[in-house]
């Protein structure tokens, strides 16, 4: 599949409709995604990025559709990780001199990936490649979201490739923002956000500056992954600035995981004392070994508040607790309020050590833990209630 995206430019990317887990294990697709690469054609010839190395071969087999492999003069890698370089290999194969530009840091990754000696130009923000009747500008990214990221923009046609910026995991046919289902696009555009770019937002927010001071006119942004944006390319552009801005919504989450109901039971009524105390708040409650961990991140990225509960086993706390503790303290929320809670049967050290970890992942804490021994009573469960009114009052 190849699509014209303008008279020059043509997509030559995958969309990946079946895949389910991103980086590993590390990041859920529900929605599949696509590996964008696109082909510019103009007085010279350049192809922007590949795609994942397991469509390495059909992503030659079908560019040699739209192209003679000769005929392409440079290739640009705006990014070195595998889901946009893996089809180089295959691609080198046949067209082995041919320049590639990217960063310092892009040689880098290249490199290391791949272990080859390929004809490497490296650029800088500011230089240009002219392609006759067009211009490709280089605009590094560090950090948005590795420190190789670049940006190019083609003069004329006024695009911008961002890459991984303004991406989304999402497969969707056609690949454009204005015809694509707008919940799920927005859905997937704000859970990636959250569990990949949150760490980063303050080289977003200084990026986006820069870029909107360079006043280059914009008529669409081209990212690696999801929707082409053709249709008002600013909006999600505004949507960055907003969710980098330390991003909050009027919502509390409540993530516990549980051995035998009774840390969902707490989580449960200390619910129900955040309701009774605040009518309009948004609470959201789920157990961390079933929900899935990126939805769970971005109820966390949407929220003011959090809660995290757990059992005490072994004097530690669950598998799934510490799990989503070390995801939630590896992107950095800014400014959200925590507390913790759990149940025990002897030796009691879950609250406790849920309550360290959220505050090393920065979170302010406004209650002391509570914990209940067994499984709660219905004085427990008060407890609980009345934990859960007092914290709503404290995060108001
Ligand atoms: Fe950072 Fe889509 O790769």
Known sequence: MAFKVTDKVTWVGKVDWMLKKFHGEEYSTHKGSSYNSFLIQDKKTVLIDTVWQ?????????????????????????????????????????????PIYCTANGVRSLKGHYHEDWNFVTVKTGDVLDLGESKQTFVEARMLHWPDTMFTYMSGDNILFSNDGFGQHYATDPLYNDLADQDELFHECIKYYANILTPFSTFVTKKIEEVLGFNLPLNMICPSHGVIWRDNPAQIVEKYLEWANNYQENQVTII??????????????????????????????????????????????????????????????????????????????????????GTYGWSGESPKIINEELAKAGFEIVSEPIKELWNPNEEALLRCKDFGKEFAEKIK
């Open 256 to 341: 516990f995981d549980s051995m035998w109901n009774g840390t969902r039971r707490m989580a449960e009524y200390i619910g129900e004392g955040i309701r009774e105390a605040d009518r309009d708040v948004s609470i959201k409650i789920f157990n961390a070994g079933i929900k899935d961990k990126n939805d769970i991140l971005t109820e966390v990225f949407k929220s003011k508040a959090i809660l995290v509960g757990a059992p005490t086993i072994n004097k530690g706390i669950t598998y799934a607790a510490i799990g989503i503790l070390e995801m939630i303290k590896g992107l950095s929320f800014k400014n959200k309020k925590a507390a913790a809670f």
């Open 54 to 98: 397991p469509f390495a071969k059909e992503f030659v087999a079908e560019l040699k559709k739209v192209i003679d492999l000769d005929k392409i003069d440079y290739i640009v890698a705006n990014h070195g990780e595998i889901d946009h370089s893996g089809a180089l290999p295959e691609l080198m194969k046949h067209i082995p001199d041919t």
